[in-house]
């Protein structure tokens, strides 16, 4: 199995800056991409930006895309979400995710969330 520990939340004003990370142990040779997913009260839980293990290769929602950088430290085995220009739209709960390959016919993996909070 695969733990997954989320920290670096807060508060900030809107126009900062925030870095989470999210330490993974546990079987990690089976984790094929890393991401973070957010949800606000009220609302569905949101992908916001994953990293694959192998090739790095990176995807980010729209609404995060030029604001937001996910990286990984595979010596480390963290992977972390820089978040630059912080609006008040992305406070939510913040979770590491952790997809298993296919062939390991696993459920995915979540971290207990991290709380972002940006004020106007």
């Known amino acids: 199995q695969v733990q997954l520990v989320e920290s670096g939340g807060g508060l900030v004003q809107a126009g900062g800056s925030l870095r989470l990370s999210c330490v993974a142990s546990?079987?990690?040779?089976?984790?094929?991409?890393m991401g973070w997913y957010r949800q606000a009260p009220g609302t569905r839980r949101e992908l916001v930006a994953s990293?694959?293990?192998?090739?790095?290769?990176?995807n980010y929602a729209d609404s995060v895309k030029g604001r937001f950088t996910i990286s990984r430290d595979a010596a480390k085995n963290t992977v972390y979400l820089q978040m630059n220009s912080l609006k008040p739209e992305d406070t939510a709960v913040y979770y590491c995710?952790?997809?298993?390959?296919?062939?390991?016919?696993?459920?995915?993996?979540w971290g207990q969330g991290t709380q972002v909070t940006v004020s106007s």
């Open positions: 546990g079987s990690t040779r089976f984790i094929n991409a």
């Open positions: 990293i694959t293990t192998g090739s790095m290769t990176t």
């Open positions: 995710n952790a997809e298993p390959y296919v062939a390991v016919r696993a459920e995915p993996y």
